[in-house]
Every structure is written in structure tokens, then in C-alpha cells.
Nanobody, 117 residues
């Protein structure tokens, strides 16, 4: 099992930036892939970005070009840098980790991101 602790959410104005952090309780080398989902009120949870154990990243079209997902292996932490934020980015952001391809997702507790003037 793995525990995930998120931080970095908050209130930001449109056009601003935030960096979300997700710290894992185990070495992220043992995690097949991890990243972020988000869920806005009344909407389904959607995948935002993922990074594999070998460093390959993928992004949802809605955030591609505005977001960067990186990992710090020494700190067992992944970071989601989000720029040019829009009101439609407002959601609860959940970190996830999956130990094996096709395996279950482990979840963090979620962190609120609100983009508003």
C-alpha cells in the first residue's frame, strides 16, 4: 500500500499559477504511474496528468501546454505546476498512485483549487 499526502491548493486569480505537491509514503520507483485527477462540482472525476516510473508524462487536452508534471525521486514527491489558470480549472484535485499496470488506484485526500477574481 501507499499513502499520499497532497498540498499546494488554494485560491488564485485567473491567469495565475499554482504548484500542487503529492508526497508518497514509499519510493516512487516502486510505483508504476502516478499523477492527478480533478473533480469539479456536479462533474465526474477526470484525469489531469500522469507520470510513469520511467518519467513519461501525459496530459489532458484541457491542461496541455499550461501544466507540467515532474517528480523528485529523492523526496518521493510529484509536482503539478499549473499556469494560466482559468475558472474552469476550479476543482478538487486528487493525487493517485498505481502500483502495477491495471492495478487499483490509491488516492490522496484531495486539495481544493479555486480560480476566481
Amino acid at each position: 500500500q501507499v499513502q499520499l499526502v497532497e498540498s499546494g491548493g488554494g485560491l488564485v486569480q485567473p491567469g495565475g499559477s499554482l504548484r500542487l505537491s503529492c508526497a508518497a509514503s514509499i519510493s516512487i520507483f516502486s510505483i508504476n504511474d502516478m499523477g492527478w485527477y480533478r473533480q469539479a462540482p456536479g462533474k465526474q472525476r477526470e484525469l489531469v496528468a500522469t507520470i510513469t516510473s520511467w518519467g513519461t508524462t501525459t496530459y489532458a487536452d484541457s491542461v496541455s501546454g499550461r501544466s507540467t508534471l515532474t517528480r523528485d525521486n529523492a523526496k518521493n514527491t510529484v509536482y503539478l505546476q499549473m499556469n494560466s489558470l482559468k475558472p474552469e480549472d476550479t476543482a478538487v484535485y486528487y493525487c493517485y498512485a498505481r502500483m502495477t499496470p491495471g492495478g487499483r488506484n490509491y488516492w490522496g485526500q484531495g486539495t481544493q483549487v479555486t480560480v476566481s477574481s
